[in-house]
């Protein structure tokens, strides 16, 4: 279908002509857009499906009734293949919010506008679900069983045998019907958008509106919170995460009382379930169509998979077994290694020098140890060292390095927490006292040994006047 009918339906509505007509950037979907320019500018909009498109204007209409933040749909063909609906202009948010992105540090306005979106969404869910006839959704009225496993389907077959890793089906199935168990027993009467995603969402007059709902129909709202907050490139850190999820449940008792514990508990489930359609789609549109953009998603997937596994999927015994081996194949972890978290940590004597940060970051702490009661004062601890059993139980008795050393903790959990969602790669704790001996030897062990047992990041640990050296690497997840 060529552009005619789409000047046809903007001068029917306009009563002229438009200027120029301007195609825009394509997305995942065939549909096709151009920008109609004149006064006023309008967005035609060519589809392939005539059933997508009738469900698009069908929704339109009705979120527009109930004063929800999405475009005007203002003229249809006949046969309903092409329409013209109202220019939101070109800000998305996926593009609003791209310092963050890029560096994992959100600003107060980006987060504003990431509270505002979430709030919305939750009136879409409920407010927008009252009176919705979901017979008009395309292609299905409803989150099913059915199209559990055609998404679950879609990843084995597009993504998971692509990638060359082994299984057996029947087992995977297995763990499959179980996923669809536990989903379905979150079903219910409100709005699934299913491609709730930044780039979905425009910014009109600093607030959020929303377009390509046409794959919407009734379903779970943690759905649409899953493909939000874990969207592959949005690469949200955790911790923004947990602050969103608290904004988006105070939202959510507006229409309904929560068990904060179950929502959790449940809405890791669809999270798990999301990361997995999103690389069906991401290995269909990337490994059979050569389209780069999805291939260039799939990293940040996979990312998002390896933090889930964290904590094992118990319910899905195989599917977790497998996931593992997935995220640890060498064709997704062999730039891990170049990107993950290196932390050196070093003991010295002050006489001496602070020892100097050879990685260029800069980054990290310098901790004085010469408060603490020294066992070099006393000439029966004078041949031992930190590392030695008579200097550690000199130093625990006296109590005053285990205070020291719970402060030192607590200032380089969160140093460390946040370098790895930054994606830093080198940070450095060093530990001073007179001699480099005794009690900045007994720290920098113990920061060593606690750094690695909390977070399974590689510590390089440096005793630098007893020339000792020792690494802790990271440690396999089971």
Known sequence: ????????????????????????????????????????????VIGEVKEENEAFVYMSKHFSDKGLPVPKVFRCSDDMMAYIQ??????????????????????????????????VLCQFQFAGAVGFDFSKCYPSPGFTRRSIMWDLNYFKYCFLKATGLEFLEAKLEDDFERMADVLMRSNSATFMYRDFQSRNVMIKDNEPWFIDFQGGRKGPFYYDVASFLWQAKANFPNSLRQELLKEYIAALRKYKPVDEEYFHSQLRHFVLFRTLQVLGAYGFRGYFEKKPHFMQSVPYAINNLRELLETP??????????????????????????????????????????????????GGYVFDCRAINNPGKYDRYKPFTGLDDKVIKFLEDDGGILVFLNHAYALVDAHVSRFIERGFTNMMVCFGCTGGQHRSVYCAQHMAQHINDKFNVKVELIHREQNIEQTFNTKDKK
């Open 1 to 44: 279908m060529d552009t005619n009918i789409l000047v046809k339906l903007y001068k029917e509505h306009v009563g002229t002509e438009p200027n120029e007509i301007i195609e825009m950037p394509g997305s995942g979907s065939n549909r096709r857009y151009f920008r109609l320019m004149g006064e006023p500018s309008i967005i035609g």
């Open 86 to 119: 109202e220019d939101l202009g070109d800000k998305i948010l996926f593009n609003e919010i791209e310092k963050g992105r890029k560096t994992r540090v959100y600003g107060d306005e980006e987060k504003q506008m990431l509270v505002k979106t979430l709030k």
């Open 313 to 362: 999927y118990v319910e899905y015994p195989y599917l977790n077994e497998l996931l593992n081996k997935l995220v640890n194949m060498s064709q997704f972890t062999d730039g891990l290694q170049k990107r993950s978290l290196t932390v050196k940590v070093m003991s010295f004597a002050y006489k001496k020098g602070i020892p100097d940060d050879t990685s260029g970051n800069g």
